[in-house]
C-alpha cells in the first residue's frame, strides 16, 4: 500500500496538473485566435467602409464642380447641359443624405470620434455651404455666398486628406470598434446643400 500511494498521488497531480496547464494554454491560444480574427474582420469591415465613404465623397465633389462649371459661365437661363447637371447633383445628394447617419456611425466605429466629426462638422459643412451657393447660382439668386474654384479645390483637398488619414488608420492596425463618446441619442448628420 505505501508503493501504490505514490503512484496514485502521481497520477492524480499529473492528470489534474496537466489538465489544468492543458486548459490554461488551450483558452490562451483560444482567446489569440479570437483576438486575431476579430481584428482582420474589423479591417476587412474598416475597408469596406472606407470604399463606400471615399467613393461617396468624390461622387458629390465631382457633380458638384460639374455643376458649378456649367453655371459659371451663364447669364441667366440655364443650359441644358446645367439641367443634367443639375439631376445628377440631386441623384448624389439623395444617395448622400440617404445613408448620412448610417455613414457617421460606421465611421465612428471604424475610425473613431474624431474622423466622424470631421466628416460631419468640417467636410459635410463645407458640401453644404457650397451647396448652397451653387443652387442660388441655379436659382439666379445673388444671395448666396460667393464660389469660386478655389473653394472647390480647398474641399477636394480636405476630402483626399481625409482619405489617406482613413487608409493610414487601416495601414497601422489602428480601426476596429472604438467606443462612440457620444450618447445614443447623438444628433443625426448634415443634409442637403
Known amino acids: 500500500m505505501n508503493e501504490l500511494m505514490p503512484v496514485v498521488a502521481g497520477f492524480l497531480l499529473t492528470t489534474v496538473l496537466g489538465g489544468v496547464l492543458g486548459?490554461?494554454?488551450?483558452?490562451?491560444?483560444?482567446?489569440h485566435q479570437h483576438?486575431?480574427?476579430?481584428?482582420d474582420r474589423d479591417r476587412e469591415r474598416a475597408v469596406?467602409?472606407?470604399e463606400e465613404v471615399?467613393?461617396?465623397?468624390?461622387?458629390?465633389?465631382?457633380?458638384?464642380?460639374?455643376l458649378y462649371w456649367s453655371l459659371a459661365g451663364e447669364t441667366g437661363t440655364r443650359s441644358a447641359k446645367s439641367e443634367t447637371r443639375m439631376e445628377g447633383?440631386?441623384?448624389?445628394l439623395f444617395e448622400w443624405n440617404d445613408s448620412i447617419n448610417r455613414n457617421l456611425a460606421l465611421i465612428q466605429q471604424y475610425f473613431g470620434v474624431e474622423l466622424r466629426d470631421r466628416f460631419d462638422n468640417r467636410i459635410g459643412a463645407d458640401f453644404v455651404t457650397l451647396g448652397k451657393a451653387v443652387e442660388a447660382m441655379w436659382n439666379g439668386r445673388a444671395d448666396g455666398e460667393p464660389i469660386d474654384d478655389t473653394r472647390l479645390n480647398t474641399?477636394?483637398?480636405q476630402v483626399y486628406a481625409y482619405n489617406l488619414d482613413m487608409l493610414q488608420a487601416i495601414q497601422t492596425g489602428t480601426v476596429g470598434i472604438t467606443g462612440s463618446g457620444l450618447p445614443a441619442s447623438a444628433r443625426g448628420g448634415r443634409?442637403?446643400?
Do not use: E
Open 89 to 92: 447633383y440631386r441623384q448624389v
Open 23 to 31: 486548459f490554461f494554454f488551450q483558452r490562451r491560444a483560444w482567446a
Open 54 to 66: 471615399s467613393r461617396l465623397l468624390d461622387k458629390r465633389l465631382y457633380r458638384l464642380r460639374l
Open 191 to 193: 443634409a442637403g446643400g
Open 155 to 157: 474641399l477636394a483637398d
Open 48 to 50: 469596406m467602409v472606407f
Open 35 to 39: 483576438r486575431v480574427q476579430t481584428r
